[in-house]
């Protein structure tokens, strides 16, 4: 598929796609005889994470380190481990705090519930 069909599948715009491809951060993307790149399923999936890493707030230095391990095969697989269970730690500490942030907030917009009415939950 084309990078604009690419952009589609995995949510990530043509231009971001290109920066990763510039950044190192994609396998090495096929072309056809017109020049235009070709994505196939697999680098569908590699640009999914991507964009899941960048949606759950992983720095582009780590996503680079990531992929960089994730080029040398088997022998960067427990070190790409590692930076997932640190970064699932991270998220882990992000939505308790978010959590509690709700609260807060559901606490103050029941402050302002005219009298007699209870704010909804």
Same mark, same amino acid.
Do not use: N
């Given at each position: &598929? !084309?990078?604009?069909? +690419?952009?589609?599948?995995?949510?990530? /715009? +043509?231009?971001?796609? !290109?920066?990763?491809?510039? /950044?190192? &951060?994609?396998?090495l @993307?096929?072309?056809?005889? =017109? *020049?235009? !790149? !070709?994505?196939?399923?697999? =680098?569908? #999936?590699?640009?999914? $994470?991507?964009?899941?890493?960048?949606?759950? *707030?992983?720095?582009?230095?780590q &996503?680079?380190?990531?992929?960089?391990?994730?080029?040398?095969?088997?022998?960067?697989?427990?070190?790409? %481990?590692?930076?997932?269970?640190?970064? +699932?730690?991270? $998220?882990?500490?992000?939505? $308790? @705090?978010? #959590?509690?942030?709700? =609260?807060?907030l559901?606490?103050?917009?029941?402050?302002?519930?005219? /009298?007699? %009415?209870t +704010?909804? #939950?």
């Open positions: &598929m !084309r990078i604009t069909e +690419a952009a589609g599948a995995c949510r990530l /715009s +043509a231009h971001t796609i !290109r920066f990763y491809e510039k /950044s190192g &951060m994609l396998p @993307i096929s072309r056809g005889a =017109d *020049g235009h !790149r !070709r994505f196939t399923p697999r =680098d569908i #999936e590699w640009l999914t $994470l991507l964009y899941w890493l960048r949606e759950t *707030g992983m720095p582009l230095r &996503m680079q380190h990531f992929t960089t391990l994730a080029k040398r095969g088997e022998a960067g697989v427990m070190a790409r %481990r590692q930076i997932l269970l640190d970064h +699932a730690e991270l $998220l882990k500490e992000k939505k $308790l @705090i978010l #959590e509690k942030c709700e =609260d807060v559901a606490l103050k917009i029941a402050s302002y519930a005219p /009298s007699g %009415r +704010a909804p #939950e």
